[in-house]
C-alpha cells in the first residue's frame, strides 16, 4: 500500500449517500459521530493536543506507525475496504434473488441464486469477522482475545461505534429482522457449505483467526455469541425496528418507499460504510499509538 | 429540500471549512511522508521489541479508584490498558533515541526513574532506559496522572528484556 494515512483519510467525501447513511444511524441511535477528514483534526480529536509542534510529531510518528507493514495498520484497511467490495457482490446476489422472486418468469433463477436471506445472514457475520480481524491486525490479542473484544466494543471510538451500529442497522434488522443474530448464526453452523461459496469468504479468510474452516467457524461462531448483548442493546430500541430504520432510509435514498426488501440490498450496492469509517478507525488507532510513541 | 434549508446548510458546511478543526493541510505532512517513503533502511535500526503479553502484569489491577480497567493494545513493544472509559490510559511502549531525548533534562523521578511530561495531557516515566511508561488523560491533571504512574510496576517493567 503506497498511499499515506493522511492521503486515505483526507480523501474521504464530507458528504456521500454513505455519510448520509451514517447520519441516518446517528440519529437512531445516537452517539454524537461527526465525519472528521482531516488528519490534523483527528490529532486534536483524539488527544486533546492543540500545541502545533506537538500536533507535528505526533502526526509525524502516526505516518511512520502506518507505513510500516508490521503494526498492522494497512491489513486493516484492507480489511475494511475488502469487505466493501465483497458486500457489493454479496448485495447484487440478493438482489438478483429477489428479482427471482418477484418476476415469474425469472422464477428458474431461484435455483441458482442464493437465498436472500442466507446471503444477507453469512454477510452479516463475515463482516463481523472481519471487524474482530482489523481489531487484532492492530491491536493484537489484549487480554483474554474474544471476551476482551466484546469489552473493547463498548469502549470503542466514535468510529467503531457508529460503524457497528449501522452493521446492526442496515445488514441485521432491515433485511433479517430484530432476531438477524439468530440467523447468522444459523447460517454458519449450517450453511458451511455456502459460506465457502461466499466470495466475502474468500476474500477475508486469510485474515480471519484460525487455521482451516473448522477453526475459524467457530472463532465467528464465538465472536457473534461473544456480542449478543451489545447488539440486544440495539435491537430493543423502538427507533431499531424495520419500519423505523426503513423510514430513516426513505430520507436519503430516493425510491426505497415501499420496497423495503430492496432497501438493505440498495444500501449495500451503494454506500462503503466499513471502508469509510474504517479508515477513520485505523488513522485514530494510529495517532494513538502514535502518542504513546512519540 | 427548500431553498432556505439549503442556503443554511451552505452556510454550516462554510463555517465547517473555515474551522481550523477540519481544515486539511495535505502539504503539512509531504515533509513526513517522503522520509517514510524513501527510507530504505532506518537512520537508528529499530528498537529490538519484547513479545506480546510481556507487560500486562505491571499495570494497575482493575478496579482501581472504582474505575474499570479494559486492555486496548497487545502488540509487540505496545500495551495499552483505559481506565473508566479513557479518564486516563495507560501506555508501554519500547523508546527510541528520539523518545529517549525528552528525558535528558528531568529532574523529578518516581521509584527513581525519570519523569517528564509532553504536549499537556502526558505524564511518562522512562523504566530501565528503555521503556516509556505514559499515562494520558485529557480530564486527570498532571499531579493526578502522576499517581497513577506511581501505581505501575516500573521496576517490573524495567526488568523486562529486550530480545
Given amino acids: 500500500m503506497s498511499e499515506s494515512i493522511v492521503?486515505?483519510?483526507?480523501?474521504?467525501?464530507?458528504?456521500?449517500?454513505?455519510?448520509?447513511?451514517?447520519?441516518?444511524?446517528d440519529a437512531i441511535v445516537p452517539g454524537t459521530w461527526t465525519n472528521i477528514t482531516s488528519f490534523r483534526g483527528l490529532i486534536e480529536d483524539e488527544t486533546g493536543e492543540s500545541d502545533e509542534a506537538v500536533i507535528q510529531a505526533i502526526g509525524e510518528k502516526a505516518i511512520a506507525l502506518f507505513a510500516d507493514p508490521d503494526t498492522g495498520f494497512q491489513r486493516a484497511v484492507t480489511l475494511y475496504s475488502a469487505v466493501d467490495s465483497g458486500a457489493t457482490v454479496a448485495g447484487l446476489a440478493s438482489l438478483a434473488g429477489k428479482l427471482a422472486e418477484d418476476v415469474s418468469w425469472l422464477s428458474f433463477l431461484d435455483g441458482v441464486t442464493p437465498k436472500p436471506e442466507t446471503a444477507q445472514a453469512i454477510d452479516a457475520a463475515l463482516k463481523l469477522a472481519a471487524e474482530v480481524a482489523a481489531?487484532?491486525?492492530?491491536?493484537?490479542?489484549?487480554?483474554?482475545?474474544?471476551?476482551?473484544?466484546?469489552?473493547?466494543?463498548?469502549?470503542?471510538?466514535?468510529?467503531?461505534?457508529?460503524?457497528?451500529?449501522?452493521?446492526v442497522l442496515y445488514d441485521g434488522i432491515l433485511p433479517l429482522g430484530?432476531?438477524?443474530?439468530?440467523?447468522?448464526?444459523?447460517?454458519?453452523?449450517?450453511?458451511?457449505a455456502s459460506l465457502e461459496e461466499s466470495p466475502l469468504y474468500q476474500k477475508v479468510k486469510g485474515f480471519l483467526p484460525g487455521s482451516g474452516e473448522e477453526e475459524q467457524?467457530?472463532?465467528?461462531?464465538?465472536?457473534?455469541?461473544?456480542?449478543?448483548?451489545?447488539?440486544?442493546?440495539?435491537?430493543?430500541?423502538?427507533?431499531?425496528?424495520?419500519?423505523?430504520?426503513?423510514d430513516r432510509v426513505k430520507g436519503f435514498l430516493d425510491g426505497a418507499e415501499g420496497k423495503l426488501d430492496y432497501a438493505a440490498s440498495i444500501l449495500?450496492?451503494?454506500?462503503?460504510?466499513?471502508?469509510?469509517?474504517?479508515?477513520?478507525?485505523v488513522a485514530r488507532r494510529c495517532i494513538r499509538r502514535a502518542y504513546a510513541e512519540v | 429540500m427548500s431553498l432556505s434549508a439549503f442556503g443554511r446548510s451552505a452556510l454550516i458546511a462554510a463555517f465547517l471549512l473555515l474551522s481550523a478543526c477540519s481544515k486539511k493541510e495535505p502539504d503539512r505532512w509531504t515533509e513526513a511522508e517522503k522520509t517514510v517513503a524513501t527510507a530504505t533502511t532506518p537512520a537508528t535500526p529499530p528498537a529490538a521489541k519484547p513479545e506480546t503479553g510481556s507487560f500486562n502484569t505491571f499495570f494497575p489491577a482493575d478496579g482501581t479508584?472504582?474505575?474499570?480497567?479494559?486492555?486496548?493494545?497487545?502488540?509487540?513493544?505496545?500495551?495499552?490498558?483505559?481506565?473508566?472509559?479513557?479518564?486516563?490510559?495507560?501506555?508501554?511502549?519500547?523508546?527510541?533515541?528520539?523518545?529517549?531525548?525528552?528525558?535528558?533534562?528531568?529532574?523529578?523521578?518516581?521509584?527513581?526513574?525519570?519523569?517528564?511530561?509532553?504536549?499537556?495531557?502526558?505524564?511518562?516515566?522512562?523504566?530501565?532506559?528503555?521503556?516509556?511508561?505514559?499515562?494520558?488523560?485529557?480530564?486527570?491533571?498532571?499531579?493526578?496522572?502522576?499517581?497513577?504512574?506511581?501505581?505501575?510496576?516500573?521496576?517490573?517493567?524495567?526488568?523486562?528484556?529486550?530480545?
Fill in chain 1, 268 to 281: 449495500d450496492l451503494s454506500t462503503n460504510i466499513f471502508e469509510h469509517t474504517g479508515i477513520q478507525t
Fill in chain 1, 217 to 246: 467457524r467457530g472463532h465467528l461462531l464465538g465472536v457473534l455469541t461473544a456480542s449478543a448483548p451489545w447488539i440486544g442493546e440495539i435491537t430493543q430500541r423502538p427507533e431499531a425496528s424495520q419500519a423505523g430504520i426503513a
Fill in chain 2, 65 to 163: 479508584e472504582g474505575l474499570k480497567r479494559v486492555f486496548i493494545a497487545d502488540k509487540p513493544g505496545y500495551a495499552e490498558a483505559s481506565y473508566g472509559d479513557d479518564f486516563v490510559s495507560v501506555s508501554v511502549t519500547v523508546a527510541d533515541e528520539a523518545a529517549k531525548k525528552k528525558f535528558a533534562d528531568a529532574k523529578e523521578t518516581i521509584k527513581n526513574f525519570p519523569v517528564t511530561t509532553f504536549g499537556k495531557n502526558q505524564t511518562i516515566a522512562l523504566a530501565g532506559g528503555k521503556y516509556q511508561v505514559k499515562v494520558t488523560s485529557k480530564r486527570a491533571e498532571d499531579a493526578e496522572r502522576r499517581k497513577w504512574l506511581s501505581r505501575m510496576d516500573l521496576a517490573g517493567i524495567a526488568a523486562v528484556p529486550t530480545p
Fill in chain 1, 135 to 167: 481489531f487484532v491486525a492492530t491491536q493484537g490479542l489484549p487480554g483474554d482475545g474474544v471476551g476482551d473484544f466484546a469489552a473493547s466494543v463498548m469502549h470503542a471510538a466514535k468510529e467503531d461505534k457508529i460503524r457497528l451500529t449501522a452493521w
Fill in chain 1, 178 to 192: 430484530p432476531d438477524f443474530l439468530s440467523h447468522a448464526i444459523d447460517a454458519v453452523t449450517g450453511g458451511f
Fill in chain 1, 7 to 25: 492521503r486515505l483519510l483526507e480523501a474521504l467525501p464530507e458528504t456521500s449517500l454513505t455519510t448520509r447513511a451514517l447520519d441516518a444511524v
